[in-house]
């Protein structure tokens, strides 16, 4: 997956469209292939363009020696030892060199590669249907506000296109997973007759969605089992009150010091418990926070609510 999408160099931002950042930008080529029907559509495209990905390759690395925005070469293309040649004398780190050598040589091998990369996130995002779907209803109600495209870039970026009107035949927007706030406003070189708008309308709605991951339920759920042993449960209350020595928790609950250290390591490893050496003795206290944060994932996973806590003010402590 990297050596698609990972920045060509290291502290590159990717970036879609407006310059080209890593070898699936090559591939790809037009964003508004995404558009395309279905996945086959969708390859069959970029297959059928396979054969500009070495004039990409070297407007990418002319731009990159000449410091301007890359842009298609003259109508000649590179032979191969050219384009060789200007991969090797640009500044892409090694690796990169490599994999632009690669995709200028074998365009559609690296597509087909593109391909089984892709397919497997395809059949995964296919198969929630049911959980993304309801999702895209912001971006549907906007488009029906709108009623066209030009103004649904309006209603959502504050970009008023209408002084190019004249300019721009066609207006295209699509809803973003991957960029959630971030929105670019495209236009190709002159003259203009083309203004895409990649928007994500989905931010809030995924945080909502994923505020409870998989991985928080396991440790809630690991956290309730903890919890759920007479003996560390008792420790917690113990702690709760007031923080305590190893012996002074033996001698409180009458369980031997070794018992203790035994449930410390499993409540400490489960982040219930603090603990600070003072001299030659471990100083346990309740992990309030963490205690917090475990309410609420309860909360949260049962009622579907989030507790509010006092402040520190109103307790008169933590």
Known sequence: MNAFFAPLRPNDRTSFGAETATIADLLIGDQADFAADGENGFFSLIQADGGAVPQRVAALVSAAADGIPAEE???RALSAAELFQAVNRSDFPETAKLMLTDAALD?????????????????????????????LEP???????????????????????SAKSEQITEFRTYPSVCLFN?????????????????????????????ALGPNEKNELSRTLEIMGDQSRFDILCTLAEHPAYGRELADALGISTST????????????????????????????????RRMITLLSETLLKETPIFPSAGEHGSN
Request: proline share 6%.
């Open 73 to 75: 070469p003259g109508e």
């Open 182 to 210: 971030v929105t670019r406003v495209l236009s190709p070189v002159p003259p203009e007759t083309d203004v895409i708008g990649f928007i994500g309308v989905l931010q809030g709605e995924f945080k909502h969605g994923t």
């Open 107 to 135: 365009p559609i091998g690296n597509i087909e590669r593109l391909r089984k990369v892709l397919l497997p996130v395809a059949d995964a995002f296919s198969a929630a249907r049911e959980i993304w779907l309801p999702l």
């Open 260 to 291: 203790v250290s035994q449930h410390m390591t499993t409540v400490s490893g489960a982040g219930l418990v603090a603990n600070k050496s003072v001299g030659r003795k471990t100083y346990y206290s309740l992990n309030k926070e963490n205690v």
């Open 139 to 161: 971006y549907r109600s906007v488009c029906a506000e709108c009623g066209n495209a030009e103004g649904v870039i309006r209603l959502l970026t504050g970009i008023d296109l």
